[in-house]
C-alpha cells in the first residue's frame, strides 16, 4: 500500500513539474527567474565550499608551523645527545627528527595543492557570480521589454483592436504575445519609416518633374 501510494504522489508530483516546466516555456522572464534563484543557490553553496577551502588552508599552515618548529627542536635535541654521549636518547631524537621531516615535507606538499585548489575555486566562484549579476542584468532587460508589452497591449485593445485579435487572439496567449511584441514592433516601425521615406521620395520627384 505504501510503496502504490509513494508512485501515486511521485506521478503527481511529475505530472505538476511538466505543467510548470510548459507554462515556463511560454514565459521567458518566469524562466529566468527560476534558473537565477537556482544559480543564486548554487552560488551560494559553493562560496561555502571555498571559504572552508580557505579554513582548510589556515589549519595546513598551522600544522605545518607546528611540525616545523619541532623538527628543528629534535634536530637540536639530537645534536646534543650525540654530543653528549647519550645514544638511547640520540637514537630517539634521531627518530623523531625522521618523523618530523616526513610530516613536514606531507604537510607542505598538501598545502600547495590545497592553495592551487583554492586558487582555482575562488576564480571560478567570481565567474558564477559575474553570471549571475549578468542574469539580472537580462531580467531587468526583460522587465522592461515585458512592462512595455503589457503597455502596448493595453493601447492597441483601444487604439488597434483588430490588431490585437489578429495577433494574439485572446489574453491567454499573453505570454506568446510578449515575446514576439517587441520584434514585431520594431519591424512595424521600421516598415512605417520605410513607407514615410517613400512618400517623401515621391513628393520630391513630382516636384523635380513639375520644375522640369
Known amino acids: 500500500m505504501t510503496t502504490l501510494w509513494e508512485r501515486l504522489k511521485f506521478a503527481v508530483a511529475t505530472d505538476v513539474d511538466a505543467i510548470v516546466a510548459k507554462k515556463e516555456e511560454k514565459n521567458p522572464l518566469a524562466l529566468l527567474n527560476r534558473y537565477i534563484t537556482e ?20 589549519k595546513l ?4 608551523a607546528e ?13 646534543l ?10 637514537d630517539f631524537a634521531e627518530m ?9 615535507k606531507t604537510l607542505q606538499n598538501n598545502l600547495d595543492e590545497n592553495i592551487a585548489e583554492l586558487t582555482g575555486l575562488e576564480h571560478r566562484y567570481e565567474e558564477m ?6 542574469m539580472k542584468v537580462k531580467q531587468l532587460q526583460l522587465m522592461g521589454k515585458e512592462n ?19 495577433r494574439i487572439g485572446s489574453f491567454e496567449d499573453m505570454t506568446s504575445y ?8 520594431e519591424e512595424r516601425h521600421e516598415r512605417s519609416a520605410m513607407e514615410r521615406r517613400l512618400e517623401s521620395l515621391e513628393k520630391k520627384s513630382a516636384n523635380q518633374k513639375e520644375l522640369v
Open 39 to 58: 544559480a543564486e543557490n548554487q552560488t551560494t553553496a559553493t562560496g561555502k565550499w571555498v571559504e572552508r577551502q580557505a579554513q582548510l588552508n589556515d
Open 61 to 64: 599552515e598551522k600544522e605545518l
Open 67 to 79: 611540525a616545523s618548529a619541532m623538527l628543528d627542536k629534535r634536530q637540536s635535541q639530537s645534536d
Open 81 to 90: 645527545a650525540q654530543i653528549s654521549g647519550e645514544e638511547d636518547l640520540a
Open 96 to 104: 623523531e627528527v625522521q618523523t618530523y621531516t616526513a610530516r613536514v
Open 129 to 134: 557570480k559575474h553570471k549571475v549579476k549578468d
Open 148 to 166: 512595455a508589452t503589457r503597455a502596448h497591449y493595453q493601447m492597441d485593445k483601444l487604439l488597434s483592436p483588430e490588431l490585437v485579435a489578429e
Open 178 to 185: 510578449i515575446t514576439t511584441l517587441g520584434t514585431k514592433v
